[in-house]
């Protein structure tokens, strides 16, 4: 076996991460023999999302399923080949879907969520769907959409960073159950994507021009269900134009991920007079009955070409720090993926 790299966590961070001195791309020798229970993987793929941001702070109340561990590799959703097991549950020559460390080659600790994909190798959709539009963030959109923003037919909803890895899915999804949908993003380019491909009634640059001022024009009745990924002056431009008994779904917040002194949101109280839910949500909270019935759904879906997903696809592991502060800035189109090796 080659000499294994990884991502590794070198400092809690209050502004952008710099490469170098919060992430570094290093060699660490060979993976630890296994104990048992324990499987290790090839990495094929790993995901990069948001959330991880909020692992990188210094304090535990701030973190998302806790913080990243000093001078370790960074960990999230993953595919790898299983190349070695202790687990008999789990054979070699298998292809997982698990938590996995930023490097080439990944143990996974016994006890550990593991799901083998079945029929991956002559499967029509790609293994990165498995941490993108099949994983977490397509069971966020279903989720978060259908159990918490309670969608009905006519309604209008605004979708903030419209052209990301959740935003993309829910617009899609909700047009097919017959809202109006808008969206932002920060491109004409996204903004093009959004408007010709997955068929939004109306988009806008958040970047060009006043936010309130271009929804008001895009969604000119008003909007009853907002779903934000973005916070701070979105979050206050929906607030104003969320109709009565209109709802927030709180995905996440990138706007304020980068910053030790986030700008608050000052219209909180139109709430009271207009009755507005705002719902934080946490994807692991959905049960194994909603994970089947989203699996089933959104892949029936894809194969029928119901739905369209955008990947954004940064080759090498070594690149993975670059692209993902490129995500916290905006710069990735799609859903931000890292391609560790081919299968």
């Not at 809690?12 to 170098?20: L, M, T």
């Not at 048992?36 to 701030?62: C, F, I, N, Q, W």
């Not at 561990?69 to 202790?86: D, F, R, Y």
């Not at 008994?245 to 949101?265: E, F, H, K, S, W």
Request: hydrophobic residues 40%; glycine residues 12%; proline residues 5%.
């Amino acid at each position: 076996m080659a000499q294994n790299h990884a991502v590794v966590f070198k400092k809690y961070a209050v502004d952008y991460p710099v490469i170098g001195e919060h992430l570094e791309y290093v060699a660490t020798g060979q993976p630890p023999e296994l104990k048992d229970g324990e499987v290790l993987t090839r990495v094929l793929y790993l995901s990069l999302d948001p959330y991880l941001r909020a692992k990188m702070r210094g304090h535990e109340e701030t973190a998302l399923f806790g913080r990243f561990e000093i001078g370790k590799p960074l960990i999230n959703h993953g595919v790898g080949e299983v190349i070695a097991s202790k687990n008999p549950a789990v054979p070699v020559g298998e292809i997982v879907y698990s938590f996995m460390g930023f490097e080439q080659y990944s143990v996974i600790p016994a006890g550990q969520y593991i799901e083998i994909i079945k029929n991956a190798r002559q499967s029509k959709l790609p293994l990165s769907a498995r941490i993108g539009v099949l994983g977490m963030p397509g069971f966020t959109a279903y989720g978060g959409l259908l159990w918490y923003g309670k969608p009905k037919a006519g309604e209008t909803i605004y979708i903030s960073a419209a052209s990301g890895a959740v935003g993309q899915l829910v617009g899609q999804m909700a047009k097919h159950l017959g809202l109006r949908v808008v969206g932002s993003a920060g491109s004409d380019e996204k903004i093009a994507y959004l408007l010709n491909d997955l068929k939004f009634d109306a988009a806008f640059n958040y970047k060009k021009g006043d936010i309130l001022t271009s929804l008001k024009s895009a969604a000119p009745e008003g909007i009853h269900i907002y779903f934000d990924h973005v916070g701070g002056s979105h979050l206050e431009a929906a607030l104003e134009w969320l109709l009565p008994l209109g709802r927030v779904v709180m995905c996440g917040q990138i706007g304020d991920y980068n910053t030790a002194n986030p700008p608050g949101v000052r219209n909180l109280f139109v709430c009271v007079p207009k009755e507005i839910s705002i719902l934080g949500f946490l994807v692991l909270n959905f049960n194994d009955e909603q994970k089947a019935v989203f699996e089933k759904d959104v892949t029936d879906w894809l194969l029928q070409g119901k739905i369209i997903y955008k990947e954004d696809i940064t080759e090498g592991l070594e690149n993975a720090p670059a692209a993902f502060i490129g995500m916290l800035q905006g710069k990735n189109f799609g859903k931000a993926t890292i391609k560790v090796a081919d299968l």
